[in-house]
């Protein structure tokens, strides 16, 4: 089979995404959820590593953090308004606002599917419960039709509609929950660049799982 990601549209719910004729992700977008994530995220030979819950109910995962979903973005505190713990069921960390926002979508844009690479282009609003929308972001998302791994690049844009103060947190910015059998305790290893498996959080750097 030749090299393809096939990008389609699901209602206003949802975008699919299939690379080399197996599916690789779902982007969802939809009113239902707080804020934008893609999930599950799976690897070239069809290995999911990303939880499943609270998507699916799923007895063996952990239960924690409902507001972990797959690959996603937000942050603790901008504007004194929560953007990270964001689901009805999430309880807030102390050092974060108990207001909780979301992140809207404003518009759908190009969604395009390709032989050597996929794409779609979204805006959406990070809009507090009650005033103005204090952030407008503009993201692209582009897979590759690799045959042995999964890449995405995300380039987003954001652009203030207002004075925009974003609270020291360790909550935020770019996450992404992996699937428990990832997990230190479960001999999981995390990696990054220089080779640090101590660094990882909280610093700019190429990560490896």
């Not at 004194?80 to 844009?109: C, D, F, I, M």
């Not at 390709?114 to 779609?120: E, I, M």
């Not at 020291?168 to 001999?187: C, H, P, V, Y």
């Amino acid at each position: 089979m030749s090299a393809q990601v096939d990008l389609n549209t699901v209602g206003n719910d949802h975008v699919s995404i299939t690379i080399n004729g197996q599916p690789f992700s779902d982007f969802y977008i939809g009113q239902n959820y707080a804020k934008p994530f893609l999930a599950p995220l799976r690897t070239a030979n069809g290995l999911t590593v990303t939880r499943k819950w609270p998507m699916e109910e799923v007895e063996t995962d952990s239960h924690d953090h409902p507001h972990h979903k797959g690959l996603f973005i937000g942050y603790g505190s901008v504007n004194g308004v929560n953007y990270w713990e964001v689901e009805t069921a999430s309880k807030p960390s102390p050092e974060n606002p108990q207001t909780k926002g979301r992140v809207v979508l404003e518009h759908l844009g190009d969604v395009i599917s390709g032989k050597k690479s996929g794409s779609l282009s979204v805006t959406f609003a990070w809009r507090p419960s009650n005033g103005p929308d204090v952030l407008e972001e503009n993201r692209l998302m582009t897979f590759y039709a690799d045959p042995d791994v999964r890449i995405i690049d995300v380039d987003a844009t954001y652009t203030a509609k207002t004075k925009v103060q974003f609270a020291d947190t360790k909550e935020g910015f770019f996450a992404i929950r992996l699937a428990d059998s990832l997990t230190e305790k479960n001999g999981g290893l995390m990696t990054n660049s220089e080779g640090d498996r101590k660094s990882t959080r909280l610093n700019s750097s190429h990560i490896t799982i």
